[in-house]
């Protein structure tokens, strides 16, 4: 049986290698992965194709910014929670709703964020390039 890399090796130009979590895109696609499946990208857009885009070029330094301007979402969006609150679909949305694009409030029984959680997005948001 072939492991994960060997497989990879025996196939890379007939496959294509997805990093399929959150926390570390960055180091997933510097090691060769084709793209990233994650909710990220689609509620930072720009912000996450800065990152994909370093990682292609092999840019490491801008990589690395990259990844330190939404390192501090990420880890709100996974770490800064009571008993799992604010949910992650809450999150999501009042960060596109904060972008300026109204996608509604989540489906029940989740509702919207407490304005404490919207002024974290909010900071988070300005924070970022």
């Given at each position: 049986?072939?492991?994960?890399?060997?497989?990879?090796?025996?196939?890379?130009?007939d496959l294509a290698v997805f990093y399929g979590h959150d926390y570390a895109a960055m180091e997933g696609l510097l090691a060769g992965a084709d793209g990233w499946l994650s909710g990220f990208p689609a509620v930072l857009p720009k912000q996450c194709?800065?990152?994909?885009?370093?990682?292609?070029?092999?840019?490491?330094?801008?990589?690395i910014a990259a990844q330190n301007n939404i390192q501090p979402y990420i880890d709100y969006s996974f770490y800064d929670k009571v008993n799992g609150v604010p949910h992650w679909q809450?999150?999501?949305?009042?960060?596109?709703?904060?972008?300026?694009?109204?996608?509604?409030?989540?489906?029940?029984?989740l509702g919207e964020l407490d304005d404490a959680n919207k002024k974290k997005?909010?900071?988070?948001?300005a924070d970022m390039e």
């Open positions: 049986m072939l492991s994960t890399g060997e497989t990879w090796n025996h196939c890379k130009d194709r800065r990152l994909q885009d370093a990682c292609f070029a092999k840019e490491v330094d801008a990589a809450e999150i999501c949305k009042y960060t596109l709703q904060a972008q300026g694009l109204d996608v509604g409030l989540p489906r029940k029984p997005i909010e900071k988070l948001l």
